[in-house]
Structure formats: C-alpha cells, structure tokens
C-alpha cells in the first residue's frame, strides 16, 4: 500500500497516533493521540507526564483544513474515541492514564465548534472513582449507547447518549481468564444485540456481552493459535477487534 499524501505531522511530546476518524457525515476527520504516560503508578506525576490530544480538522475532496485540537494537563493516553452519530460537533473520548486528582476523566465529552475544541463534560468509567484505564468506545447502531473497555479494571462501562448529554448507566466486569491489564478493543454486532471485547494482553480470548436492558457477560474464548501465551504478559499484543458478515 502507498499513501498517496501527509496530511499532517505530529510533535512527539504529544505522542503517537492511537485513533482516526471521520464524523458521520465526512465533512470532519479527528486524530487523538497517546501523550507521554506514566504507568505503574498510582501517584501519576506531570513531572513524568505530558498530556494527548485530540484534533480536529474540516475534511474536504481529501484535504484538511482549521486545525484545532484539545488537551489537558493530567490526562493523557487519549486511545479511542467515537464521533456522535447525529452532527459532527461532539465526541466522546476514553483516556488512559490520569494523574490522582483527575480520575473523573475516564471519559470526556467534547464539542467542536468549528474553529476550538473544548471539554464539556467528564466521567469516571465506573460508579467510583479509580485507576480504570479506560482504552477503547464504541457505540451501538442507534447511536444511543457509547460502551467503554477498561484496561486495568476488565469492566465494560455503558453510558447513555441524548442529544445534549452523556450519563454513566453501569460497569460489567469480564468472567473467565481475566488478569488485570487485558481488555482492549471492542466490537458491537450490526444488529445491536451482542457486544464483543479483545483480551488483548495475556488472556488472547474473545469475551461476549448480550445486549438488553443491561450488557450481560456470555462467554470467554481462547485463541487457539495464540493459546501457549495464555497468561503470559505480552507474548502477543492485539490491537484492534472488528467483525464480518459471512454468508
């Protein structure tokens, strides 16, 4: 594959690329960005720290325009992100790494005006405030569910998406092979009905959610050409989960 341009650069103490994405209508393109994360810890320094951001541009027959973007000292780590399905104004952001006095940052809310890019809203992704390492989001179909996979925690946190606002509904907390620092990527089916997680880190499995009036755990499964890993930190390292439709 060849890139046909660059359409931007980015300076590394903001860190590398994590997410891009256009909004629903393609008229908008973000980038968030890693930071400089300062892990192992749970007295998280901005002596150590440098915070991500979040871009923004105006998206046009290929190019990009009105460069603008978010950041904040003491969150960084800014990993995935899901545009709202109504509009292009608004996205709601999972963030890594936080230092103590900002916890309630798992998930932040943010609106784009065009020409800035600010925080209007901030979450804990569980009902208390903690490490959770919030990693990934997606929404369901309808756009009225975000779902946010915590790193540390192995949780699944559900929020419900109105038009103005976002509200932390309930953690689900993976069954199965589930050691601290595993969970990553996550995949909702088409039809709305079943949510799946990446074990990303040392368990190598698939873990199933039901959808309902609650997100139910299901099952586990066990790669079986990654199994010899199993519980081994970093043996392999998956990054990103997606699904087909097979006839």
């Known amino acids: ?53 979040v871009y923004v541009y105006n998206f046009d027959n290929g190019n990009v325009s009105g460069k603008r ?4 000292a003491g969150i960084a780590g800014s990993i995935g992100f899901s545009w709202t399905k109504e509009g292009n104004s608004r996205l709601f952001v999972s963030n890594f790494n936080l230092i103590p006095t900002k916890l309630d940052n798992s998930v932040t809310v943010l609106t784009d005006n065009g020409s800035t890019v600010t925080k209007t809203a901030n979450f804990s992704a569980t009902a208390g405030a903690a490490i959770n ?6 929404l369901n179909p309808t756009g009225n ?5 915590s790193f540390a925690t192995n949780t699944v946190s559900t929020f ?5 606002s976002l509200g932390f509904g309930a953690a689900t907390t993976r ?12 995949w909702v089916s088409p039809d709305g009905k079943f949510l799946y997680n990446l074990g990303a880190f040392q368990s190598y499995s ?9 997100v139910t755990y299901q099952n586990q499964t066990i790669l079986k050409t990654t199994a010899s890993g199993t519980g081994t930190p970093g043996k392999y390292n998956f990054l990103g989960l997606t699904g087909f439709d097979i006839q």
């Open 175 to 186: 069954i199965g092979l589930a050691p601290a620092g595993d969970s990553k990527d996550l």
């Open 69 to 72: 973007y978010f950041e904040e």
């Open 206 to 214: 698939i873990n199933s959610f039901s959808i309902g009036s609650n």
């Open 1 to 53: 594959m060849v890139s046909e341009k660059q359409l931007d650069k980015y300076p590394r103490e903001n860190g590398g690329q994590t997410t891009v994405s256009f909004s629903a209508d393609g008229t908008k393109l973000a980038v968030s960005t890693w930071g400089i994360a300062h892990f192992a810890t749970t007295m998280t320094s901005l002596t150590e720290q440098h915070p991500s951001r």
């Open 160 to 164: 419900d998406v109105n038009a103005t």
């Open 133 to 138: 390492e919030a990693c990934w989001t997606i």
């Open 145 to 149: 569910n975000l779902y946010v996979a």
